[in-house]
């Protein structure tokens, strides 16, 4: 694993549902934000269903979810509120209605009350036109 500024990058191909990872800090000054236990997701019809559940949290402001179409360049789209301060398991879900054919690459940032943050690790969703129902009208032309 690399981390730089508060980042979280790991280099594993074991995936969240396979690991506990905590995203924080580990110095006994500055507390640990968050316990992520999953980060997994599904494609359903043309919607990528993102999930994720946290065993704990503090001070924990938001999840931003980011999407990339190369695995490099990650934009933000879209925000999911946190729950603060938590020591019960809290399951999230985010709808990516505007899911790309092809390979597309999640990975969330979680952000602080104070407004320090930290990057889970990628997934990954694969999505074709074969997922979807298509209709034709014969005779053509009608």
């Known amino acids: 694993h690399t981390q730089s500024r508060g980042a979280f990058q790991s280099v594993s191909t074991l995936s969240f549902s396979e690991n506990i ?3 924080g ?15 997994y997701g599904k494609v ?10 946290t065993a704990s949290e503090k001070d924990n402001d938001r999840f931003e ?10 934009g933000r789209i879209g925000v999911v509120d946190g729950s603060g301060n938590s020591v019960l398991p809290i399951n999230y879900t985010y709808e990516d209605k505007g899911l790309r054919t092809g390979v597309n690459y999640y990975k969330l940032r979680q952000v602080d009350n104070d407004g320090k943050s930290s990057y889970s ?6 999505f ?6 298509s209709l034709e009208v014969y005779p053509n032309p009608i």
């Open 21 to 23: 990872v905590t995203l």
């Open 25 to 39: 800090s580990t110095e006994a000054a500055n507390p640990l934000p968050i316990t992520l236990v999953k980060f």
């Open 44 to 53: 359903i019809n043309d919607i990528g269903y993102l999930y994720w559940t």
């Open 65 to 74: 979810i980011f999407h990339s179409a190369d695995g490099v360049e990650f």
């Open 121 to 126: 690790e990628v997934i990954v969703l694969n």
């Open 128 to 133: 074709s036109d074969d997922n979807i129902l």
